[in-house]
């Protein structure tokens, strides 16, 4: 007899495929501090949701977290080999430039995730591991 383990419903799923974009926008709306803030909290989101019983939510999961990290990632040359008083003149630009990359991306993404059709995933029973 075999016994069914617990239900993770669709629009649970659909949900949890969409947190790693809103911290994305946020990030970008809000750049000081949560731009920075983001970077710490992403890996506890992308660790929860990457491996989620609906293999969707990780694939949508894995794909923000490439979006995000590019761009923080692309950021740290820039800053690094820029000069002394770049950041104080040029703040504005770069942050502009950074949510002129993301938003459009994130919002494309969770336009998917709200259009795909999202099925019920099934956690494996105790007696199934």
């Given at each position: 007899?075999?016994?069914?383990?617990?239900?993770?419903?669709?629009?649970?799923?659909?949900?949890?495929?969409?947190?790693?974009?809103?911290?994305?926008?946020?990030a970008v709306m809000i750049p000081f501090p949560f731009f920075i803030l983001w970077f710490g909290a992403s890996m506890f989101v992308y660790a929860m949701f990457r491996h989620h019983p609906n293999p969707r939510v990780?694939?949508?999961?894995?794909?923000?977290?490439?979006?995000?990290?590019?761009?923080?990632?692309?950021?740290?040359?820039?800053?690094?080999?820029?000069?002394?008083?770049?950041?104080?003149?040029?703040?504005?630009?770069?942050?502009?430039?950074?949510?002129?990359?993301?938003?459009?991306?994130?919002?494309?993404?969770?336009?998917?995730?709200?259009?795909?059709?999202?099925?019920?995933?099934?956690?494996?029973?105790?007696?199934?591991?």
């Amino acid at each position: 007899m075999q016994q069914q383990g617990k239900v993770v419903s669709a629009d649970s799923s659909r949900k949890a495929a969409r947190i790693f974009y809103y911290g994305n926008l946020l990030a970008v709306m809000i750049p000081f501090p949560f731009f920075i803030l983001w970077f710490g909290a992403s890996m506890f989101v992308y660790a929860m949701f990457r491996h989620h019983p609906n293999p969707r939510v990780g694939y949508y999961t894995q794909i923000a977290a490439y979006q995000y990290y590019g761009l923080a990632g692309a950021l740290v040359p820039v800053l690094t080999f820029a000069p002394g008083d770049f950041f104080v003149k040029y703040w504005l630009h770069l942050w502009v430039v950074g949510a002129a990359i993301l938003t459009p991306l994130a919002l494309i993404q969770l336009q998917k995730i709200n259009r795909e059709s999202w099925q019920d995933a099934i956690l494996p029973s105790e007696d199934a591991r």
